[in-house]
């Protein structure tokens, strides 16, 4: 029988765990003890990356499987908590990676941009927190991965951390409304990530900028928030940091506070 708190013999959802941040926290939670974990990726161009973390983890003993979705819609995040339920159980911790950059200034933002960003980044935040609560187990851990730059002062930013923000208050409530059942509900934001999530959306200037940005950068090997420097944190926050509930976690070396 797993202890509370500890990863071991634990099932595990990361939506969003085919690659990059998600993908490290599926490979660190099974290298922890973590006996199941679904895997969730959005569409066929993420399925290879999907397939390969499957893989790894299926080598590191684990059950493993692959489940794709479109968060946008609750019937999606709806069935794809159903679906692990099938594939692996019920879960005991879930972890939400999804997320949709922009980088563009407020008088260039189309309404069909807008609604896009909303979607993945607050929407699906919102009906993962719901069907999370629904479906973890009682002491079960929830994690939302946020943006560092809602500490941030900023422009050109505004419909990914202006999305994102909301997903600070469904922490807090949900971490009210769910707390009664032992489960606790953090957000964490890293900083600007060494990965193509971010390479994408800045020019070679804003990245030299944000290389040299945070208190610590002198003594990262990118000057960016490694993914390698975040996941120690997830895995507190879902095993002994259960006491964490509620609160927004900056993890970036300074870059932002808040």
Do not use: C
């Not at 059950?63 to 879960?91: H, I, M, N, W, Y």
């Not at 909301?166 to 707390?179: C, M």
């Not at 959306?201 to 804003?206: I, K, L, M, R, S």
């Amino acid at each position: 029988m797993p202890s509370l708190h500890s990863i071991q013999g634990k099932v595990a959802l990361i939506a969003g765990g085919a690659k990059n941040l998600g993908g490290l926290i599926a490979r660190d939670l099974v290298q922890h003890g973590a006996q199941a974990v679904a895997i969730h990726y959005n569409s066929a161009a993420s399925r290879a990356d999907a397939e390969q973390t499957v893989a790894a983890l299926r080598q590191a003993g684990a059950v493993a499987v692959a489940l794709q979705g479109d968060l946008t819609s609750a019937a999606a995040v709806e069935k794809l908590f159903a679906d692990t339920l099938e594939a692996v159980g019920r879960p005991h911790i879930a972890i939400n990676t999804v997320g949709k950059v922009l980088k563009k200034p407020i008088l260039e933002i189309s309404e069909a941009e807008y609604d896009a960003m909303s979607d993945i980044n607050a929407k699906a935040a919102f009906f993962f927190l719901k069907e999370a609560g629904r479906h973890v187990q009682d002491h079960g851990k929830i994690v939302t991965l946020v943006s560092s730059l809602l500490g941030a002062f900023t422009p050109f930013y505004a419909s990914y951390a202006g999305t994102k923000a909301p997903v600070e208050h469904f922490t807090r409530a949900a971490a009210k409304e769910f707390g009664a059942r032992g489960i606790s509900v953090t957000a964490v934001g890293p900083g600007p990530m060494d990965t193509p999530f971010f390479y994408g959306q800045e020019g070679a200037d804003a990245v030299a900028y944000h290389r040299t940005a945070a208190a610590l950068s002198p003594f990262s090997q990118t000057g960016l928030t490694d993914i390698e420097d975040v996941v120690p944190f997830i895995r507190h926050l879902v095993s002994d940091g259960w006491w964490i509930t509620g609160q927004t976690i900056l993890i970036n070396g300074g870059y932002t506070t808040k």
